[in-house]
């Protein structure tokens, strides 16, 4: 079991619904991630949250938005999504700066998401 | 920019016998990290084992180690003992030292354990 959660494991979705992938984190960390990972593809990151603010956005798409409503939780709301979006979507937590190059990302195991 | 390269797509390795992922990176930070995750098909990512630049001596934990020689730029993972269950997808991946440096992966290797 990993110590990041994840739900849904699974949706499936149409184009013109709204649905959020749910990510939680008690281990303390302050830096939290999300990244979209195609099949036999590395992860790509998407969003980096630290002390609950948004620090990076990797140029993604608006109908992907983010929200950490505290420092446990991390959302990604989904609206008007393409085909193309379909993948594993993984959420990651950390501890924050200045605490170290060390400190690895702690992973869940991922909402595998089609887009129909 | 930072860069990871994995050269092998591939792996095969016979049960019990040790096998070699290979791993190399460019940056121009002479402070970073390197960390080994692996990925079974179930899709978790599983932390494996971290090797900083300034470390003396290159990391071990339990049947993995990593073989860094930084003025080749390779951090290497050595899985001693192979085990039909360490078949996965494994990356590379580097954070150089800013603040919350986000990680950077290589495009990672299938390794196949065969008994």
């Known amino acids: 079991d990993t110590e990041v959660t994840q739900t849904p494991k699974h949706l499936v979705m149409g184009m013109t619904n709204k649905k959020s992938l749910k990510c939680e984190q008690h281990?303390?960390?302050?830096?939290m991630y999300w990244y979209k990972q195609k099949a036999k593809k590395p992860p790509e990151l998407m969003f980096v949250?630290?002390?609950?603010?948004?620090?990076i956005n990797e140029s993604v798409p608006s109908r992907f938005s983010p929200e950490c409503p505290n420092s446990s939780l991390l959302n990604l709301h989904l609206h008007a999504l393409q085909p193309e979006d379909s993948a594993l979507y993984l959420c990651?937590?950390?501890?924050?700066?200045?605490?170290?190059?060390?400190?690895?990302?702690?992973f869940g195991d991922g909402t595998r998401l089609s887009i129909l | 920019a930072q860069k990871i390269t994995q050269t092998q797509p591939g792996m095969f390795v016979q049960e019990k016998e040790a096998v070699t992922l290979d791993c190399t990176y460019d940056?121009?930070?002479?402070?970073?990290?390197l960390f080994w995750y692996k990925q079974p098909s179930s899709g978790e990512m599983i932390f494996l084992i971290y090797?900083?630049?300034?470390?003396?001596q290159n990391a071990t934990e339990g049947r993995y180690s990593l073989n860094f020689q930084k003025a080749r730029k390779s951090a290497n993972l050595v899985i001693s003992a192979s085990q039909l269950g360490d078949s996965a997808m494994y990356f590379c991946?580097?954070?150089?030292?800013?603040?919350?440096?986000?990680?950077?992966f290589g495009k990672g290797t299938r390794l196949s354990v065969i008994a």
């Open positions: 990651a937590s950390s501890q924050s700066a200045p605490r170290g190059l060390g400190q690895p990302q702690h």
């Open positions: 281990m303390g960390h302050r830096a």
């Open positions: 949250y630290s002390y609950e603010k948004l620090s």
């Open positions: 940056t121009s930070d002479p402070s970073y990290g």
């Open positions: 090797q900083g630049s300034y470390d003396q």
């Open positions: 991946a580097m954070r150089e030292g800013r603040r919350n440096t986000p990680l950077v």
